[in-house]
């Protein structure tokens, strides 16, 4: 019997309804919900990443105990490495000879890498990329830094030993703030939260951020080539006190290694130089450019170069190195301000002009407060005892460099944007 077509709209419309084929967009949805739990997330890429910043810290001590020729085990080995990644990281050992806490910073900015990484793998491993929340980011590595301060912790038990201590609660909390800071940089970079948290800071504050952060890694890099051509230029006796340790080529390299893990550090000591305050090797040493006394030093090739009397001559030129760093970051600071709120003025509207010229003045002078306290900041990781004595006090001067430094950077700054954007409008307008 042929169907009508009533009967086949009737059949249609009765019949079930088939389930529709699983799309891409839906198969995702079930994986969404299996993302990694976020304590675990964290755990492990916090371990991961503690094991890799670990793993030339390890190699180092196993080059020195073999060329030193010494019959310690591998578990003394092993705890000496344990102790010198936590001092990368700011943690004090209290040892035979004195209190240590001069960190070597090329360690601690590769373990500060290392966090910033556990940071984005986080956050990816609990499918927050890209979701702008600030929220998330803060979660993530906060948890990152619970993670890392643990770690800290249960290291600091197993390197405490005779002869080497390390309080547990300052490891805990120093590696806690330290993978929380690094692990917050890491997630707000793979969430998109740097640009959530950019809109919601005043525009002058912005930029006199920009500005400081700039104008100090100016005079920190400044630092590091007025070190490296110090280094260079007294390589003669750099290599004869090198030379005395009679390590062979073994020795000679890991001794090598060892000024490189310090290398950051005289960098910020020679930055502390150009700015004025200066710093010092212990007592009875002190390095700056009114004043050098030169007392009794450690046999290290890396402290070759320090100076033997104040500069003089064309080498106080020099000492116009931070007030050029923050010209230059002022003057990038006028360049770069025109793009936004400079176009927001009239062309002859007084009112604007003088807030555009208060809106870039005002961030110019910002920047050398944010300078100094960048400029501080690296002289307190930069510092600290290297055993008792008279090494007991080593690195710049903290208060001194922040106070000198942002004087510099903020001078520097303000004449050469209100150079810079006199000059600019003057070419706008042309002569008269």
Same mark, same amino acid.
């Given at each position: 019997?042929?169907?009508?077509?009533?009967?086949?709209?009737?059949?249609?419309?009765?019949?079930?309804?088939?389930?529709?084929?699983?799309?891409?967009?839906?198969?995702?949805?079930?994986?969404?919900?299996?993302?990694?739990?976020?304590?675990?997330?964290?755990?492990?890429?916090?371990?991961?990443?503690?094991?890799?910043?670990?793993?030339?810290?390890?190699?180092?001590?196993?080059?020195?105990?073999?060329?030193?020729?010494?019959?310690?085990?591998?578990?003394?080995?092993?705890?000496?490495?344990?102790?010198?990644?936590? #001092?990368?990281?700011?943690?004090?050992?209290?040892?035979?000879?004195?209190?240590?806490?001069?960190?070597?910073?090329?360690?601690?900015?590769?373990?500060?890498?290392?966090?910033?990484?556990?940071?984005?793998?986080?956050?990816?491993?609990?499918?927050?990329?890209?979701?702008?929340?600030?929220?998330?980011?803060?979660?993530?590595?906060?948890?990152?830094?619970?993670?890392?301060?643990?770690?800290?912790?249960?290291?600091?038990?197993?390197?405490?030993?005779?002869?080497?201590?390390?309080?547990?609660?300052?490891?805990?909390?120093?590696?806690?703030?330290?993978?929380?800071?690094?692990?917050?940089?890491?997630?707000?970079?793979?969430?998109?939260?740097?640009?959530?948290?950019?809109?919601?800071?005043?525009?002058?504050?912005?930029?006199?951020?920009?500005?400081?952060?700039?104008?100090?890694?100016?005079?920190?890099?400044?630092?590091?080539?007025?070190?490296?051509?110090?280094?260079?230029?007294?390589?003669?006796?750099?290599?004869?006190? #090198?030379?005395?340790?009679?390590?062979?080529?073994?020795?000679?390299?890991?001794?090598?290694?060892?000024?490189?893990?310090?290398?950051?550090?005289?960098?910020?000591?020679?930055?502390?130089?150009?700015?004025?305050?200066?710093?010092?090797?212990?007592?009875?040493?002190?390095?700056?450019?009114?004043?050098?006394?030169?007392?009794?030093?450690?046999?290290?090739?890396?402290?070759?170069?320090?100076?033997?009397?104040?500069?003089?001559?064309?080498?106080?030129?020099?000492?116009?190195?931070?007030?050029?760093?923050?010209?230059?970051?002022?003057?990038?600071?006028?360049?770069?301000?025109?793009?936004?709120?400079?176009?927001?003025?009239?062309?002859?509207?007084?009112?604007?002009?003088?807030?555009?010229?208060?809106?870039?003045?005002?961030?110019?002078? #910002?920047?050398?407060?944010?300078?100094?306290?960048? #400029?501080?900041?690296?002289?307190?990781?930069?510092?600290?005892?290297?055993?008792?004595?008279?090494?007991?006090?080593?690195?710049?001067p903290a208060v001194q460099l922040a106070s000198v430094g942002a004087g510099l950077v903020a001078a520097?700054?303000?004449?050469?944007?209100?150079?810079?954007?006199?000059?600019?409008?003057?070419?706008?307008?042309?002569?008269?």
């Open positions: 019997m042929r169907a009508t077509p009533d009967d086949t709209s009737t059949s249609a419309q009765t019949a079930p309804r088939r389930p529709p084929t699983p799309s891409s967009d839906a198969a995702v949805a079930p994986a969404g919900r299996r993302r990694a739990p976020l304590a675990l997330a964290a755990a492990v890429t916090t371990g991961w990443a503690a094991i890799v910043s670990l793993t030339p810290v390890l190699a180092l001590v196993l080059l020195v105990r073999v060329v030193s020729g010494t019959g310690t085990g591998t578990g003394s080995a092993l705890r000496v490495g344990l102790a010198g990644w936590l #001092l990368a990281h700011g943690v004090p050992l209290r040892t035979a000879a004195g209190p240590v806490g001069l960190a070597p910073l090329a360690l601690t900015a590769f373990a500060a890498w290392r966090m910033v990484r556990a940071g984005v793998h986080t956050t990816r491993a609990v499918g927050w990329r890209r979701s702008r929340s600030v929220n998330r980011a803060l979660l993530a590595g906060g948890t990152v830094g619970v993670a890392y301060g643990l770690l800290g912790g249960a290291v600091a038990g197993l390197v405490s030993a005779p002869g080497l201590r390390v309080a547990v609660p300052r490891a805990a909390g120093t590696l806690a703030a330290f993978g929380l800071v690094a692990g917050v940089a890491g997630a707000l970079r793979e969430t998109g939260g740097y640009a959530v948290v950019a809109r919601r800071v005043p525009p002058p504050l912005r930029d006199a951020l920009r500005t400081g952060v700039v104008a100090a890694l100016l005079v920190l890099a400044a630092g590091a080539a007025a070190a490296g051509t110090a280094i260079a230029l007294s390589g003669r006796e750099a290599s004869a006190m #090198l030379s005395e340790y009679r390590t062979g080529p073994a020795g000679q390299a890991g001794l090598t290694l060892l000024c490189l893990a310090y290398a950051p550090d005289l960098a910020v000591w020679a930055a502390a130089y150009l700015v004025g305050p200066g710093f010092t090797v212990g007592a009875g040493t002190v390095v700056s450019a009114g004043h050098v006394t030169i007392g009794g030093l450690p046999a290290v090739p890396a402290l070759a170069g320090l100076p033997s009397r104040p500069v003089g001559g064309w080498g106080a030129l020099l000492l116009g190195v931070p007030l050029a760093a923050g010209m230059a970051a002022g003057w990038l600071l006028a360049r770069r301000l025109p793009d936004g709120a400079a176009h927001d003025t009239a062309a002859h509207d007084a009112v604007h002009d003088a807030a555009a010229w208060g809106m870039l003045l005002g961030s110019a002078a #910002l920047a050398g407060p944010v300078a100094g306290l960048a #400029l501080g900041l690296a002289a307190v990781a930069a510092g600290g005892p290297l055993g008792g004595g008279r090494l007991a006090s080593v690195g710049p520097g700054a303000v004449l050469a944007a209100a150079a810079t954007r006199a000059l600019m409008g003057y070419t706008k307008r042309g002569p008269a």
